[in-house]
């Protein structure tokens, strides 16, 4: 897995070598809003140049990373978790030590697989009673 996103093309950093909110917003296609809420949620921390929030390269991967992470539903406490594991310019899904919290994700995922397919069963059961 990739990171969820292509490599930021440096040419997409201003000449200076960061992104404004908006710019990064572009990149990405995620809205300024959920930017804003991934920096509350401590998964980004931006720099700021004067009063503006300035985005490098790797605040763009590391935005990628957590887009790819809910995407497979990983609760933000655990991105939290996993960027704690891999060193800041490393690449996330390369680094051996996230397997296992990945896995215990996977195993969760499967748990509630299972939740989910007894209540569509009874749910399915109910209602074809209902009919009768």
């Known amino acids: 897995m990739d990171g969820g996103g ?3 093309d440096s040419a997409a950093l201003a000449p200076n070598g960061f992104l404004f909110i ?8 995620v809205d300024p ?3 804003r809420f991934y920096e509350r949620a ?5 720099p700021r140049h004067g009063k503006f929030r300035t985005y490098l390269a790797s605040d763009v991967r590391r935005l990628r990373n957590v887009l790819s992470l809910r995407r497979m539903g ?5 991105i939290r978790e996993l960027f704690t594991l891999v060193p800041p310019d490393g690449e ?3 680094d051996g030590n996230v397997a ?3 896995r215990s994700h996977l195993d969760t995922l499967k748990s509630r697989l299972t939740e989910i397919d007894q209540q569509i069963a009874q749910t399915a059961q109910v209602l074809q009673n209902l009919a009768a």
């Open 92 to 94: 996330i899904f390369r």
């Open 100 to 102: 296992g919290v990945l």
């Open 6 to 8: 292509t490599k930021l």
């Open 74 to 78: 990983v609760p933000i406490a655990q």
């Open 42 to 46: 401590e998964l980004l921390s931006p």
């Open 22 to 29: 908006g710019e990064l917003s572009r990149e990405t296609g």
């Open 33 to 35: 809003k959920t930017i």
